[in-house]
């Protein structure tokens, strides 16, 4: 109960447009409503980096990542191979996302997320997040949810606790066009 409770606030600030943090698969995400640009600035911001690096989006399953991928009929096919690991993708984009999430180009990182707090994140507020490592630029990540809030305090909105995948390194990245390993994960 205290589960579903704590998800439903999370959902409520994404839904305002707040910033989350969240446990993935090896450490807490940053995240946001993909469309809700000024929460994306404000992540590029609290992160340090540049807009030009493009941010990932995570889904329960792949009908909420529509409109923001345009997959070929081949990067279909690989979004739709299922591994013992998580991967992220980069697939054409479609026509939702915009530059701050491709970096200006054509093409968006996603991740059908396998930890079960982020996929009922998703699900609860029927739609991708934006996820991307909470951390300054350069830092190292958060693992915990007490480590997100000592680095961030109130510049993030709302910290959903919960324990990471126990993964030791974030997910690995591949090219759905022609299935390269762009990061080793």
């Known amino acids: 109960m205290l589960a579903q409770a704590a998800l439903q606030r999370a959902a409520d600030h994404v839904r305002r447009g707040g910033v989350i943090a969240y446990p993935t698969e090896a450490v807490y995400g940053l995240g946001c409503d993909p469309a809700a640009h000024p929460a994306v600035e404000r992540i590029v911001r609290i992160k340090g980096r ?36 998580p991967v992220t993708w980069v697939v054409t984009a479609g026509p939702r996302a915009h530059a701050l999430l491709t970096g200006s180009r054509g093409t968006l990182a996603v991740r059908l997320t396998t930890h079960p707090l982020a996929a009922a994140l998703c699900r609860t507020v029927a739609m991708p997040l934006v996820s991307t490592s909470a951390n300054r630029h350069g830092r190292p990540p958060a693992r915990t949810a007490l480590m997100v809030r000592r680095r961030f305090g109130a510049e993030v909105d709302y910290v959903l606790g919960g324990a990471t995948g126990g993964r030791a390194n974030p997910s690995e990245i591949r090219d759905a066009r022609s299935g390269a390993v762009l990061r080793r994960g």
Request: proline share 3%; glycine share 8%; hydrophobic share 45%.
């Open 50 to 85: 540049s807009a030009g690096a493009g941010l990932i989006l995570i889904a329960s399953d792949l009908a909420q990542l529509e409109g923001w991928i345009a997959p070929t009929a081949s990067e279909r096919q690989r979004l739709d191979t299922h591994t013992a690991e």
